[in-house]
């Protein structure tokens, strides 16, 4: 009885086991964040007709000699993502401490107390004496670039006229998703008349890119690996 239950209770971890590996073979497709959501422009509230004329200014946002350059909210803005990072960090560290102490064989009226008779010659002289030393080496060198475009919208104008911009692509490709979402704030006057700006030019920018599918996965350490390479493994 004991034997079968055993063996029911074996089958069923399997097939858990079993089930839990299928879900992480089935990639999940990127949802868009809310966090860098494409912002509408205000509906303008054109005023009432007051004459006879077909042409009226007021249904007419955009003038024929007016600049293009996104300065509203709503507008949208091409960012050409020009990112090269480069770091490279190394340290060496090396300790080292001895200590040593002696307790001569205690005097009493002027004449040491004698050894104990033994089998080892006892004495009450002590000596001792420490050891410890530590030698750490570490190095990090890390290169990431980064080429492209992202178009985005708007989101607020500032009181000094820098406009708050954010937005994201979201790709599908034949391996797996990529996204990439950046967002920031930027000065007009640094937009150029084909309506650009660099990626650089954008101050608190937060850019984020990553991906999910065969690739992602292929590249990605396993939970195992994880642990032995955490700092909660002992050795």
């Keep these: ?63 024929l000699f007016a600049d293009e350059r996104a300065h509203r909210v709503g507008d949208v803005l091409t960012v050409i993502l020009t990112e090269n990072t480069s770091s490279n960090k190394s340290s060496n560290t090396s300790t080292k401490k001895e200590n040593g102490i002696t307790i001569p064989n205690p005097t009493v009226f002027g004449k040491q107390l004698p050894q104990f008779k033994s089998p080892y010659d006892l004495t009450l002289q002590q000596d001792l004496s420490s050891t410890q030393e530590f030698t750490g080496e570490g190095s990090s060198t890390q290169t990431n670039t980064l080429t492209g475009t992202v178009t985005v919208t708007v989101a607020e104008v500032l009181a000094n006229g820098n406009l708050f911009v954010r937005g994201e692509k979201l790709l599908t490709l034949n391996q797996g998703d990529e996204f990439i979402r950046i967002s920031g704030v930027v000065r007009q006057r640094d937009i150029t008349p084909d309506n650009t700006v660099q990626s650089t030019q954008l101050a608190n920018v937060r850019l984020v890119y990553g991906g999910t599918g065969a690739l992602a996965d292929a590249n990605a350490n396993g939970w195992m690996g994880r642990f032995f390479q955490s700092k909660w493994w002992p050795f």
């Design 1 to 63: 009885m004991i034997q079968t239950i055993w063996q029911v209770a074996m089958k069923l971890s399997t097939t858990a086991m079993i089930c839990v590996a299928l879900q992480a073979c089935v990639s999940k497709p990127i949802k868009p964040d809310p966090a860098f959501a494409i912002t509408k422009p205000q509906p303008a509230i054109s005023p009432p007709i007051s004459n006879g004329s077909i042409y009226q200014v007021s249904r007419f946002a955009h003038s």
